[in-house]
Structure formats: C-alpha cells, structure tokens
C-alpha cells in the first residue's frame, strides 16, 4: 500500500514540474517573440555621393522584417509559445495521464526544439554579419550605427536560447519518467 502511495506522489510530482518547465516555455518563447518583433530603429548616416560635394544625411530604418532570418526566428518563436499554449491546456485537461498524448506532446517537444535552434542559426549568423562585417564582400559592420537594433536582436536570441533549453529539458523529463517507469 505505502509503495502504490509514493508511485501516485511521483506521478503528481511529475505532472507539475512538467506544467512549470512548459509555461516557462511558453513565456520565454513569447517574450522573444516580442522583443524582436517589435524591433525597429532609424538613424541618420551621412553619406559622400561626390567628393567636391558636402554630404547628404539619410534616414536609415532598420526593422526585423528586413532580414529573412528575424522573421524566421519571430515566427518559429511565435510557433513554439503557440504550441506551448496549446500543450499547457493538454496538461491541465489530461494531468499527464494519456499515454497518447503525453507521446505526441513529446515528439512535438522536439520540433521545437529544432525550430527554435534552427531560427537561432540563422539569426546569429546575420547577427554576426552584422557586428563584424565581411570585408571579403565589401559588407560593412551595422551594429556600430544601428546599436539599439542590434542589443534588441541579441536580447531577442538569447530569450529564444533559454526557450530551446527549456523545451529540450522537458524532453529530458519525459526520458526520465520513462526510465523511472523501467
């Protein structure tokens, strides 16, 4: 009887740290999500058209949906807090109970896992791109003018990170509850 008992605390146990690590998925997610999507920063770069000439100041915006890779990354975050409301809801309705779920909602664990670091690939390497430069293809650096953007952008990936480790540590919980089970 006293071994039926610890089983059941183990279980319930199990149900709410998968609930906390899920909504801290969700919210990490979210706030990446935003803090991209809502990036945007003009400035004004002076520009030489001819020598003899003063230069003309321009206003220069840069906005996240300017690079391919930010609105990657916003959506595959957009996707992974969506999921991860979605799966929360699953958690509350079924409490970990149905195997079939609980299976589904893990392999859909690692999608995201492979979406969110997907978006972080690409975003880190236009990041990089755009701190440094690449003087083999005449590509200045952006971050030097375009400081706030580019603050945004890493804030924005590391949010993401956090968000990938904590999807890849709920897949990491399903293992060890079905080790436990073992």
């Not at 991209?36 to 100041?57: F, M, R």
């Not at 650096?141 to 580019?150: A, G, I, P, T």
Request: positive net charge; hydrophobic residues 55%; charged residues 10%.
């Amino acid at each position: 009887m006293e071994t039926q008992f610890k089983e059941v605390e183990v279980v319930n146990n199990s149900w709410k740290s998968n609930f906390t690590v899920r909504f801290l998925a969700l919210a990490l997610t979210l706030v990446a999500a935003v803090v991209l999507g809502v990036n945007k920063e003009t400035t004004t770069v002076s520009v030489t058209i001819v020598q003899s000439l003063p230069p003309v100041d321009l206003p220069v915006t840069a906005k996240w949906t300017d690079m391919s890779a930010f609105v990657y990354l916003v959506i595959a975050n957009t996707i992974a807090c969506s999921y991860g409301a979605a799966s929360v809801i699953l958690l509350l309705v079924t409490r970990g109970r149905n195997k079939l779920v609980s299976l589904t909602v893990t392999i859909l664990d690692l999608v995201m896992v492979v979406l969110i670091f997907s978006g972080i690939g690409g975003t880190a390497s236009v990041g990089v791109i755009a701190y440094s430069g690449n003087s083999h293809v005449q590509w200045d650096k952006v971050c030097n003018m375009m400081d706030k953007f580019c603050h945004q952008v890493a804030i924005a990936l590391f949010f993401s990170f956090a968000g990938g480790i904590t999807y890849l540590l709920l897949i990491v919980l399903a293992a060890l509850k079905l080790y436990k089970k073992f």
